[in-house]
C-alpha cells in the first residue's frame, strides 16, 4: 500500500460505511428490524458478510452487528507526517467497505426497489444490470472454475474512454477464458453500456456481466468469489482466514480500474487485496510492487489498454492455456454461450427448421487416416445464399495407437463444446439431432464449414493428444451423402447403448477416481463407476477411463476395486484404501449404494442431493437448477451448504441426474423406489429413461407417483398424497 | 574504539552523537563526580587484564592475571588457564544478566499473580487473547473456564518456572522443532531460571568447572533460561497486564522535559509501579496540586528501559538512553528521578545534589545514598504512585536555574511481534508471509537485531546511527530494542519517513507499502524475546529454512556495557542467531575461548559470536553473513515468476 493509496482508501472506506449506516438507520425506521432481507435465492444470505463475518443477515435487524463491526475496524485517517503504519489498517477499512456495500445494495437494490435488477442470466432490453448472483447461477457457473474452463475473473471499474477500447479489452479477456464482472461508472461511462451499443452480447453466457452501475456492485463479484470458497472449498462461514487464503491461491482474479481512481474505489481495491486480487490502474496512480498479501504486485498502474489484459494475468501470476485453433473468428470457453439468433444468422443446419444434422467420430487403422485433412463434400458456406438451411454430417475420424471404440463417443460429445467456442457459432445437441448457426458476422470474418473440421482437428489433438495421434474430418452437405452417413451413424449409436447399457459394477473390475476438482474441493475424491457417474455428472466411467490413457499422472486414476466388503452396498477394499488415502484420511470407507450408512462424499459441483424424508419414509431428490423449496425443509443451496465440501453426511448424498435412473441408486435402501419427492421439470427430464428402470424395478408408473412441488414442499403436505397413489415407499421396511 | 566525530584541532572531542548532551555538557563542568566521560578519562589507561577477562578473582590465592606471551603469567595460582578463566567471567556476566532479567521477570509474575487473585488494586488482565496465548503455551487447560482461574494458573506456573528444578521450562516449545532438538541433543534446556544462575555460578566458583566448552553449554543453558524463560515471561506478562503494544508516535531526547511543568523522570527497567505513575499523573487531582505550587501541570517522561515500557504502550516521551541520566538532571528540570532497577548510575545521587532533583529509590534491592527511598507495594500501587508524584509535585518549587536543550524529534515505536503480524495483513489476513515474501525476494535483504547500551568509551551513539544506516541502506530491516532503539530514534531514523530518506530502495518499498520506518522499535531490553518470537515467527511461516540459524538475520550491540548485553548475546547464539558486539569484549585475551565463541561455536549451536569496534566494518561483516545465510537458502539470485494453471492449483495443499 502506498500512503496515497491507504490513506485514500481508509477516507472512502469512512464515506461508504456511513452511508450504509445511514441507509440502514432510515430503513429501520421505515420497516422495523424484523423486516426480511436478502439477495435473491441464495443460501449464503449476503455472502461476504456470511462468510467472512459468519452472520447470516436474514433481516434488518441482522445488520446491526455489521455495522457496528464495520465502526470497530474503521481506522483512523491516516497522519500526514509521522503516520502510523497503513497497509493493515488499509486492509481492514477495505473488508468494512465491502460489509457496508452489501448493506447498502441490499437495502436500495433489494428492499426498496425490487425491480432495480434483472433477475436470471441476461438482461432485458428494460434492465442492463444483473446484480447478485443467485447459486443456480453460482453453482453452474462456479463449476467452469473448477474444471478450469474459467481461470478467474476480471472485476472492472468504470469503463475504458472509447466503446472500442471497450470491446478490444472485453474480447482480449474472453479470449483468455476469464469472467468480466463490471460495475461502476467512469464520468458517467459503464463499460456494460458500451459493449451493449456495440452490440456485443452481455450476459451470464457470453461471461460479460453487468453487476451494476453502482461501484458498490463490486460486492458482488467478491461475493461470487466468496460464495466459491464456501460451496466448492467446503470452508465454514466466519473462517475469514481460509476463505480469503483459498481466493488468494484459487480463484485468479483482478481487478481493472478506468480513469480517476476515487476514494471509495481505493477502499474497493484494498478490500479486493485481501482476497489477493491485485489492482491495474490505466491512469499514473502509485504503484505497490512488494509482494506478501497478493501472490505478486499489489497495485499496478499506468497500464496502456493495449497491455492490460497480459500485465494483469501476468501480476495475478495466471497461466492460461490458449489452444491455437486455426480459425478465423475469437475462439475459447467465453463464446460457448453466446447466441446466434434471428438478423444475426447467415445460415441455420439441423434444428426444427432445417434438414437433419448428424456428428459421428469413429476410429480408423492408422493407414486409413491422413492427419489434417479436412474435406468439405457439398457446398460450403460460400456457396449457398444468406439464410440458407440445409442438412450436414460431421464425420471425424480418429487413429491412434490408445485409441479405443469405447473412446469414439467421448471424442464425439466434445463436438458441442468445441464448436461452440468459435464466435459467432451456435451450436446444439448431438448425434443425429445436432443443430447449427452460423452468424453473419462469423461468415464475414472468414468462417467456413471447413473450420469445423479445423476445430475438431486442432482440439482432438489438443485435448486428446494421449489417444488421437491422426485426425481427418469429413464434412458432408450433399444430400445424398448426409443419409448415407446418418445411416451407419445411427446403427453405432445403436451398438455403443447397448454396450454402456451392459456395463454393470460388477462386470469392471477397475474404477476411476476423479480429483479434478480438488484445485477448488482439496479434499474431495469421487469414486466413478459404470453405474455411477461422477456427481457432478460431467465424468462417467469411460470418460475417466479415457482421461487416464490421455494423461496418465492426470486426476483420473484407475482404482482396482479389490474383494467386496460388501456388495449390495457397495463397498470394496480396494476402494477404501484409496479414498482414505486420497481423502488425507478423513474417510476410512464408504457405501457407494447408500445414502444411510456412511454414503460418498460430496464436494460443490455435484447435480443433484438427495436427502432422507423421514415422514415419507423415503428420499427426495433435488436438482441445482430448481430454486424452490423442498420438503427437506432446505432449498438445494441450503442442502448443498450442509452436504458439500468433502464432508460425509449419513442422511444425505450428492450425485449426478444420471444417476438416479441407475440400478444402483441407493440400492442399500431400496433404490428408485425410495424416491418420494423430485421437482417437476427434474421428473420430465428423466421420464424416458426412469419409467424404463420403473418397469424393471416392477412400477411401471413409479414416477407418476412421486410428489413434486405442485403437490407440496413439505413432508406433512405430500404424506397424504404419496398413501393416496400407493406410492410404494409408505410400505417398505423403515428407512431409520 | 568506536569512530569518533569528525575532530577540528582546537576544539574538545566530542563525546556523544547528540547535540543536547554537548550542549548540557557545559552545565556539568563544576559536578563534584564529573560526568560518566569525565570519570572515564580519569580511569583510563584501564587494566587491560580486566578488559580482557584476564583477572581472577575467585578466591584468596588470587587475584591472578594472565598474559600468554609472559610465562610468569601463564597459569594462575591454582594452575588456571586464561581460557578457562575467560570463560568463568564469561558465564559470571550471563548469570548476573540472566539473574537481572528473571528478577525483573519473576517481580512482574508474583504481582501478575497477586493482579489475577484480585490482590493488586489498580492491575488487571488487560489482553486476554494474549492470556489464551500463554496459558496453550505453558500447557493450562483453557476450554470454558473462567479468565481469572486461567490467569491464576498462568500467574501460579509463570513464578513456578523460575524455582522449577526439573525442566525443561515450558517456553521452549515456543522456538522451532529443529531448534528443540539441537537444545535436546546439546543437553542444555535449562530445568529452571534459578536452578541455571545457581549452578552457574557454583560452576564458576574456585576448583570446579574447569573446561569452556563444559563451561558455555551451561553459560548457554543460563542464557536460555533468560531468553525463552525469564524475559520471555517478563515480556508476556506484562502485556497482559498492561496490554500488548501497536504503533505509537513519540518523542525523544531532552526537550521533551518542560519548563513550566512538574518533571518526574522514570529510569531503570521495570513497567509495574512506572504504569500506575502514569495513571496517577493524569489525575486531575494531581494535576491541580501541581497547579497549586505554580506548575502548568505535570510531564512524564522517561530515561533508559522503563522509558521504552511507558513509550510503547502509552506514548510517553523519552528523555534520553543510559548516558542521559546525568545531563538530564542537570537541565535543573527534574523534580523527581524515580528509579527502579538496573543501569542506574550511583552518580546521579551525587549530581541531584548540585540541583534540586529528588532521587527516590522504589526497589528493597536497589538503594542508594543521597536518594529517598519509597518502597512499591504491589498491592496498593496507586498509593505508591501518589506518593512519589506528590513529593515530585512538592520539589517543583525548590527549582533553581533551568537549562533544557531544544533537541527532540518524533518517533514511531509499539512494534510487538504479535503487532507485526497484524501489520503485514489486517485482521483477516495477519501473517508473516509478507516479509518472507519480500526477504524471498530480495527487496529485503535480511534482518538485524541492533541492540543494547550506551558506553562512554563510544561516542555515543555513533556507533550505533552509523551502523544502523549502512544497515538499512543494503536494505537490512532492522529490529531494535534498549538504548540502541533510542539512539536511533534520536537521529530520526525511527520515523516512516527516514525510508526514503535512508534505505536502500527494495526496503524503502516495502515500508512504503507497510507504512513502516525502516528501523523497528520493539520494546525495552527484556523485549529481546520479542526479536526471539519474531524469528521464530518468520521461521515458521516458511520459505526461509526450518530454524533460526537459516535466516538472513544477525544481531548486534555496538555500544553495549552491561552483563545484560552479555546474556542476551548467548542466548541469541544458542538460538541459532550470530552476533556481533562493539566496544569492547572480555575474552579477548584468551585465544582458546575466543575461538571457541567466534568459530567453535558453530558446529553446535550454528552461530558464534563476533566482535568489531568499528561501526562500518561492522555493518560489512553482518551484511555478508545475511548474503551468506541467502546463498545458503538458495535465494541470492532472483527468481522467474511461477505462473499458476489449474494443475498447479490442484497440487496446493488443502486448506
Known amino acids: 500500500m502506498s500512503k496515497i493509496i491507504a490513506s485514500a482508501a481508509i477516507r472512502g472506506a469512512h464515506k461508504i460505511v456511513e452511508r450504509a449506516e445511514k441507509k440502514y438507520a432510515e430503513a429501520l425506521k421505515k420497516h422495523g428490524p424484523g423486516k426480511e432481507i436478502a439477495y435473491p435465492n441464495t443460501g449464503y444470505y449476503l455472502p461476504i458478510i456470511y462468510g467472512i463475518l459468519g452472520i447470516p443477515v436474514k433481516t434488518l435487524g441482522d445488520m446491526k452487528p455489521v455495522i457496528e463491526t464495520c465502526r470497530r475496524i474503521l481506522p483512523q485517517p491516516v497522519r500526514e507526517m509521522h503516520h502510523l503504519p497503513y497497509l493493515a489498517p488499509a486492509l481492514d477499512a477495505g473488508m468494512a467497505t465491502f460489509f457496508a456495500e452489501e448493506i447498502e445494495e441490499a437495502i436500495d437494490h433489494y428492499l426498496e426497489k425490487p425491480d432495480f435488477y434483472q433477475m436470471g442470466e441476461d438482461p432485458s432490453p428494460e434492465r442492463l444490470w444483473l446484480g447478485a448472483a443467485d447459486d443456480v447461477i453460482m453453482r453452474k457457473r462456479g463449476v467452469e472454475f473448477v474444471d478450469g474452463t474459467a481461470p478467474g475473473f476480471a472485476a472492472i471499474l468504470g469503463a475504458p474512454p472509447t466503446k472500442e477500447i471497450a470491446v478490444k479489452l472485453a474480447l482480449e479477456l474472453q479470449e483468455k477464458n476469464l469472467y468480466v464482472f463490471m460495475a461502476a461508472d467512469t464520468e458517467g461511462r459503464t463499460m456494460s453500456q458500451q459493449l451493449r451499443e456495440a452490440g456485443v452480447q452481455i450476459g451470464w453466457p457470453t461471461r460479460l456481466v453487468p453487476f451494476g452501475p453502482r461501484t458498490s456492485a463490486t460486492v458482488f463479484a467478491i461475493g461470487f468469489a466468496t460464495r466459491a470458497a464456501m460451496s466448492f472449498g467446503g470452508i465454514e462461514p466466519g473462517d475469514f482466514r481460509k476463505i480469503l487464503i483459498y481466493n488468494k491461491d484459487r480463484i485468479f482474479a483482478f481487478a481493472l480500474t478506468f480513469g480517476t481512481v476515487s476514494d471509495e474505489w481505493y477502499a474497493n481495491g484494498a478490500g479486493a487485496i485481501n482476497y489477493g486480487f491485485p489492482v491495474i490502474a490505466d491512469t499514473p496512480i502509485p504503484e505497490v510492487l512488494p509482494t506478501g498479501v497478493c501472490t505478486y504486485e499489489h497495485v499496478v498502474s499506468n497500464v496502456p489498454y493495449d497491455k492490460m489484459t497480459a500485465k494483469a494475468v501476468e501480476v495475478r501470476g495466471l497461466k492460461v492455456m490458449v489452444s491455437k485453433v486455426p480459425v478465423p473468428v475469437s475462439y475459447g470457453p467465453a463464446f460457448e454461450g453466446e447466441r446466434v439468433r434471428g438478423e444475426d444468422i447467415f445460415s441455420e443446419m439441423g434444428g426444427p427448421k432445417a434438414p437433419t444434422v448428424v456428428e459421428w467420430t469413429t476410429s480408423r487403422p492408422m493407414d486409413e487416416v491422413e492427419d489434417g485433412k479436412i474435406e468439405v463434400i457439398g457446398p460450403d458456406l460460400d456457396e449457398v445464399q444468406p439464410g440458407a438451411r440445409f442438412g450436414m454430417a460431421v464425420l471425424a475420424e480418429v487413429a491412434g495407437r490408445t485409441m479405443q471404440p469405447d473412446f469414439e463417443p467421448i471424442l464425439e460429445r466434445q463436438i458441442h463444446h468445441l464448436v461452440n467456442y468459435a464466435k459467432g457459432v451456435m451450436h446444439i445437441g448431438q448425434r443425429d439431432i445436432a443443430w447449427y448457426r452460423i452468424s453473419k458476422d462469423a461468415f464475414e470474418k472468414g468462417f467456413r464449414l471447413k473450420h469445423i473440421g479445423s476445430i475438431l482437428h486442432a482440439k482432438y489433438h489438443g485435448d486428446f493428444g494421449g489417444i488421437c495421434d491422426k485426425v481427418q474430418v469429413k464434412i458432408f452437405t450433399d444430400p445424398k451423402k448426409v443419409v448415407e452417413i446418418l445411416a451407419k451413424a445411427r446403427s453405432v449409436y445403436g451398438r455403443r447403448d447397448a454396450r454402456v447399457e451392459g456395463m454393470t459394477d460388477e462386470s469392471e473390475k477397475t474404477f476411476y477416481s476423479c480429483t479434478l476438482c480438488q484445485s477448488f474441493a482439496p479434499s474431495h475424491v469421487c469414486v466413478v463407476t459404470p453405474e455411477r457417474t461422477g456427481l457432478c455428472g460431467a465424468y462417467s466411467w469411460l470418460d475417466c477411463k479415457a482421461a487416464y490413457e490421455i494423461s496418465p499422472t492426470g486426476p483420473n486414476q484407475p482404482i482396482e476395486k479389490g474383494k467386496a466388503v460388501d456388495e449390495h452396498k457397495g463397498q470394496w477394499e480396494g476402494v477404501n484404501a484409496f479414498v482414505g488415502r486420497a481423502s488425507r484420511g478423513n474417510v476410512a470407507s464408504y457405501n457407494a449404494y447408500s445414502i444411510m450408512d456412511n454414503p460418498m462424499t460430496s464436494c460443490g459441483c455435484f447435480e443433484c442431493i438427495s436427502a432422507v424424508a423421514p415422514s415419507c419414509n423415503g428420499i427426495m431428490t433435488v436438482d441445482r437448477d430448481y430454486p424452490g423449496m423442498t420438503p427437506s425443509g432446505m432449498k438445494f443451496t441450503t442442502l448443498a451448504g450442509s452436504v458439500g465440501g468433502g464432508a460425509m453426511t449419513p442422511g444425505f448424498v450428492g450425485h449426478s441426474k444420471y444417476y438416479i435412473t441407475s440400478r444402483k441408486f441407493v440400492r442399500a435402501e431400496g433404490g428408485i423406489k425410495r424416491i418420494v419427492w423430485m421437482p417437476k421439470k427434474l421428473k420430465e427430464d428423466l421420464r424416458a429413461r426412469f419409467e424404463k428402470r420403473a418397469a424393471e424395478e416392477g412400477v411401471p408408473d413409479l414416477l407418476d407417483r412421486i410428489a413434486d412441488e405442485s403437490v407440496g414442499t413439505t413432508e406433512e403436505e405430500i404424506l397424504p398424497w404419496l398413501t393416496e397413489k400407493g406410492h410404494p415407499a409408505i410400505s417398505m421396511d423403515p428407512l431409520m | ?655
Not at chain 2, 505508591?384 to 533551568?402: D, G, L, S
Not at chain 2, 575474552?587 to 558446529?603: H, M, Q, R, S
Open chain 2, 1 to 655: 574504539m568506536a569512530e569518533n566525530k569528525e575532530e577540528k584541532p582546537g576544539e574538545p572531542k566530542a563525546v556523544s552523537a547528540d547535540p543536547a548532551v554537548n550542549e548540557m555538557l557545559c552545565d556539568c563542568k563544576e559536578l563534584p563526580a564529573g560526568t560518566v566521560w569525565d570519570r572515564l578519562a580519569k580511569q583510563t589507561p584501564q587494566c587491560t587484564f580486566g578488559l580482557d577477562g584476564l583477572c581472577c578473582r575467585h578466591c584468596a590465592m588470587g587475584p591472578c592475571r594472565f598474559d600468554a606471551k609472559r610465562d610468569k603469567f601463564k597459569y594462575g595460582v591454582c594452575g588456571v588457564t586464561a581460557d578457562t578463566v575467560a570463560a568463568r567471567h564469561f558465564v559470571r556476566m550471563i548469570a548476573a544478566g540472566t539473574a537481572a532479567h528473571s528478577d525483573h521477570g519473576r517481580g512482574v509474575a508474583e504481582t501478575f499473580l497477586a493482579a489475577a487473585k484480585g490482590e493488586a488494586k489498580g492491575f488487571e488482565i488487560k489482553d486476554e487473547q494474549k492470556l489464551l496465548q500463554i496459558a496453550m503455551d505453558l500447557g493450562i487447560e483453557i476450554g470454558s473456564r473462567d479468565t481469572k482461574d486461567i490467569a491464576i494458573d498462568v500467574g501460579t506456573c509463570a513464578v513456578a518456572i523460575f524455582g522449577s528444578q526439573h525442566g525443561p521450562i515450558p517456553l521452549l516449545k515456543r522456538a522451532p522443532l529443529k531448534r528443540q532438538a539441537i537444545w535436546k541433543e546439546l543437553g542444555i534446556e535449562p530445568r529452571g531460571v534459578d536452578r541455571e544462575v545457581v549452578e552457574s555460578m557454583h560452576r564458576t566458583t574456585m576448583g570446579v568447572d574447569q573446561d569452556p566448552l563444559n563451561l558455555i553449554m551451561q553459560g548457554s543453558r543460563t542464557a536460555l533460561a533468560d531468553g525463552w524463560g525469564g524475559s520471555m515471561l517478563a515480556t508476556e506478562l506484562q502485556d497482559v497486564l498492561f496490554g500488548t503494544p501497536q504503533p505509537i508516535l513519540g518523542r525523544v531526547n531532552l526537550g521533551v522535559l518542560e519548563k513550566d511543568k512538574v518533571n518526574i523522570l522514570i529510569h531503570g527497567h521495570e513497567p509495574l509501579l512506572s504504569e500506575m505513575i502514569v495513571v496517577v499523573a493524569q489525575d486531575p487531582s494531581m494535576v491541580a496540586k501541581a497547579k497549586a505550587k505554580g506548575a502548568q501541570g505535570i510531564n512524564l517522561a522517561g530515561i533508559c528501559c522503563t522509558a521504552n515500557e511507558i513509550l510503547m504502550r502509552h506514548g510517553v516521551p523519552i528523555a534520553g538512553n543510559f548516558l542521559h541520566q546525568e545531563v538530564a538532571i542537570a537541565t535543573g528540570a527534574v523534580d523527581a528521578m524515580i528509579a527502579d532497577v538496573q543501569c542506574v548510575m550511583e552518580a546521579v545521587a551525587r549530581t541531584a545534589g548540585c540541583f534540586h532533583t529528588k532521587i527516590i529509590t522504589t526497589n528493597y534491592r536497589a538503594k542508594m545514598n543521597g536518594a529517598v527511598h519509597i518502597q512499591f507495594d504491589e498491592h496498593d500501587a496507586i498509593g505508591t504512585a501518589r506518593q512519589i508524584v506528590e513529593a515530585a509535585i512538592e520539589n517543583f518549587p525548590n527549582r533553581k536555574q533551568v537549562h533544557i536543550p531544544n533537541v527532540q524529534c518524533d518517533l514511531i515505536a509499539g512494534f510487538s511481534h504479535e503487532t507485526i503480524n497484524y501489520l503485514l495483513g489486517g485482521l483477516f489476513r495477519a501473517a508473516y508471509k509478507p516479509l518472507n515474501d519480500n526477504i524471498i525476494n530480495g527487496r529485503i535483504r535480511g534482518l538485524a537485531g541492533v541492540v543494547g547500551c550506551n558506553t562512554p568509551k563510544v561516542v555515543q551513539d555513533s556507533a550505533h546511527i552509523k551502523l544502523v544506516k549502512e544497515l538499512i541502506a543494503n536494505d537490512v530491516l532492522v529490529l531494535q530494542t534498549g538504548c540502541a532503539a533510542q539512539a536511533c530514534a534520536k537521529e530520526g531514523l525511527l520515523l516512516p519517513e527516514a525510508a526514503a530518506k535512508h534505505a536502500g530502495k527494495g526496503l524503502a518499498e516495502v515500508c512504503e507499502a507497510v507504512g513502516i520506518p525502516p528501523v523497528l522499535h520493539m520494546g525495552s531490553c527484556v523485549d529481546n524475546s520479542r526479536i526471539l518470537m519474531a524469528a521464530t515467527a518468520v521461521v515458521k511461516e516458511g520459505g526461509l529454512g526450518d530454524d533460526i540459524t537459516d535466516l538472513p538475520a544477525i544481531g548486534a550491540a555496538p555500544e553495549w556495557m552491561s552483563e545484560k548485553a552479555i546474556a542476551i548475546g548467548q542466548y541469541f547464539v544458542a538460538s541459532g542467531a550470530r552476533v556481533i558486539f562493539g566496544a569492547t569484549f572480555p575474552v579477548l585475551g584468551a585465544p582458546g575461548f575466543k575461538d571457541l565463541l567466534f568459530k567453535g561455536l558453530e558446529k553446535t549451536m550454528g552461530a558464534v559470536w563476533d566482535f568489531e569496534p568499528d561501526p562500518s566494518i561492522m555493518a560489512r561483516k553482518m551484511i555478508e553473513a545475511i548474503d551468506k545465510k541467502r546463498a545458503a537458502l538458495g535465494i541470492d539470485k532472483s527468481k522467474e515468476r511461477v505462473l499458476y494453471d489449474m494443475a498447479m492449483r490442484r497440487e496446493l495443499d488443502a486448506g
